[in-house]
Every structure is written in structure tokens, then in C-alpha cells.
């Protein structure tokens, strides 16, 4: 059941804190991000990649390229925001169907592998909560009614847990279930690696981004 309420909640705690707090100091949030990228990072290399790896197939590796390339795909619509990066117009007052779209596959998608590894959503509560903030940050700053940043945050909150659902009920995908998690593994590679560079200024790491990142790895190796 845990797994179903904690991403919610991780979304509904970051647009509580923005709604509350309205933080501006853009270094705090580059150190959450580095923290949720090392987190994701290993828990995906201590926990997703030994389950898939075990017993290896040349295709799980070619789905590890595909969820790769195709977060890279998603990210042509969603600009980024799946590791801190949102480019919404501040005259823009209509609901964002693209960014909504690719999010929601790549949440529902991450939700796929989440009930066989319980560690799993733990990286995902911590790679959400900073996206949340940031999601709700520049939705305050655009003309988007507080109606419609609700109706998004909280259909974007479901769609990992009805991935998670999705993968319990859909009984056929056991047989697949090293491949879909081959796919996920590759798309947090791609996000965890590109929020560790991105969130350091000309991608050189200072001691305190550097401390963080250890502090992550660490937490996630004994969680």
C-alpha cells in the first residue's frame, strides 16, 4: 500500500512547501536535486540493475538503451522537467498538455518495477519532491489558474502509483517484467546522471554538492 500512497504524497509535499514557503534561493534547490540524482542513481545500480543482471540477456541491455532514448524523446516535449528543468511561457494561462503527456509516461512507467522492488520507491519519493516544488515554482510565475496547477499536479501524483496498478493487474506483463525494468533502469540513468552534471555550475562539483551526493549514495546503499 506504501507504494501507492508515497509518491502522492512526495508531489502533494512539494506543492505544499512552494504553496506555503515560496523558496527563491535557487542554490538550496540545485543541492535537493543532487542529492535526488545520486539517490536514484544507486538505488537503481545497488537494487534494479542486480535483479534484471542476474540472469542476463542481450536484450535486457538493449532495453537499457531504449528507455534511455526514449526519455530523451520525452524530453523533447517536456523540456526537461524530469530533472529540474521547466520552460513554461509567463503569459502562458493554458493547461500544459505536452509537458502533462511525456511526465505522465515517464511516471507511469517508473511505477511498472516499483511493487516487485520495495527499495524503488523510495528513489522515486526523493526524485519527486524536488520536481514537485519546481513543477508548482514556475506555475505560480505563469498566468496558469491555481485550478488548473492543482488538476495537474494532482493527476501528475496518480500516475506513478496507477503504473504500479497497472503492473499487478496486467498479469500477461510478468513475462516482460525484466525488460520493462531494463526500460525504467535506462531512463533513470539518463535522468539521475544528467541531474548530478546539471545541477553544478560549469558541471564542476563543490565540497558541499559534493558531500551531498556521498550522503545520498550512502543512505540509498543501506536503505
Do not use: C
Not at 496498478?165 to 525484466?178: G, H, M, R
Amino acid at each position: 500500500m506504501m507504494h501507492y500512497i508515497l509518491p502522492i504524497l512526495a508531489v502533494v509535499l512539494g506543492f505544499v512547501f512552494v504553496t506555503i514557503f515560496r523558496p527563491s534561493e535557487k542554490k538550496h534547490m540545485k543541492l535537493l536535486l543532487a542529492f535526488s540524482g545520486a539517490f536514484l542513481l544507486a538505488i537503481t545500480i545497488f537494487n534494479l540493475l542486480p535483479s534484471v543482471f542476474s540472469e542476463y540477456k542481450s536484450s535486457y541491455g538493449i532495453f537499457v538503451m531504449a528507455g534511455i532514448l526514449l526519455q530523451i524523446f520525452l524530453e523533447f516535449f517536456s523540456k526537461g522537467a524530469e530533472h529540474g528543468h521547466v520552460h513554461i511561457h509567463k503569459d502562458n494561462s493554458k493547461f500544459p498538455w505536452l509537458l502533462f503527456f511525456s511526465l505522465s509516461i515517464h511516471a507511469i512507467l517508473e511505477g511498472f518495477p516499483m511493487h516487485h522492488h520495495d527499495h524503488l520507491v523510495y528513489g522515486i519519493v526523493v526524485h519527486k519532491i524536488p520536481i514537485a516544488i519546481i513543477l508548482t515554482t514556475f506555475f505560480y510565475k505563469s498566468k496558469i489558474s491555481k485550478t488548473l496547477i492543482f488538476a495537474f499536479l494532482f493527476l501528475f501524483a496518480l500516475m506513478t502509483p496507477l503504473g504500479s496498478l497497472l503492473s499487478e493487474q496486467l498479469t500477461f506483463l510478468e513475462v516482460y517484467e525484466n525488460q520493462i525494468t531494463s526500460l525504467v533502469i535506462g531512463i533513470f540513468l539518463h535522468i539521475s546522471t544528467t541531474i548530478l552534471f546539471e545541477s553544478s555550475e560549469g558541471h564542476k562539483f563543490n565540497l558541499t554538492k559534493l558531500l551531498v551526493i556521498i550522503a545520498a549514495t550512502a543512505i540509498a546503499f543501506f536503505v
